[in-house]
Nanobody, 122 residues
Framework: VQLQASGGGLVQAGGSLRLSCAAS????????MGWFRQAPGKEREFVVS???????RYADSVKDRFTISRDNAKNTVYLQMNSLKSEDTAVYYC?????????????????WGQGTQVTVSS
């Protein structure tokens, strides 16, 4: 599976962005899809994950502000980010896992996209 993330950019605090992650391969629908992020000087952290059947798990820091969705027909997963804060500034990575655990652990993800920069100005 190859992943291509896009949609990042510069936005003011309180604004919104939608990230997309397009996947190659016919088995996209069988993978859990996750989003992680890495802020400057910090370790990469879990943001959200969605199972092939629609189950989700969110980090507390983004719950009620971010929404993950997927379109298996288009092999694409989305991350709608609302009410953005300066602390959301990071490079956002999409990832795919075959384990079916909706894991928060990046080591359980098999494939990674290249990352897209999100910058929130205060």
């Amino acid at each position: 599976v190859q992943l291509q993330a896009s949609g990042g950019g510069l936005v003011q605090a309180g604004g919104s962005l939608r990230l997309s992650c397009a996947a190659s391969g016919r088995t996209f629908s069988r993978y859990d899809m996750g989003w992680f992020r890495q802020a400057p000087g910090k370790e990469r952290e879990f943001v959200v994950s969605m199972s092939w059947s629609g189950g989700t798990r969110y980090a507390d820091s983004v719950k009620d502000r971010f929404t993950i969705s997927r379109d298996n027909a288009k092999n694409t997963v989305y991350l709608q980010m609302n009410s953005l804060k300066s602390e959301d500034t990071a490079v956002y990575y999409c990832a795919a896992s075959s384990l079916g655990l909706i894991s928060t652990n990046e080591n359980r993800y098999d494939y990674w996209g290249q990352g897209t920069q999100v910058t929130v100005s205060s």
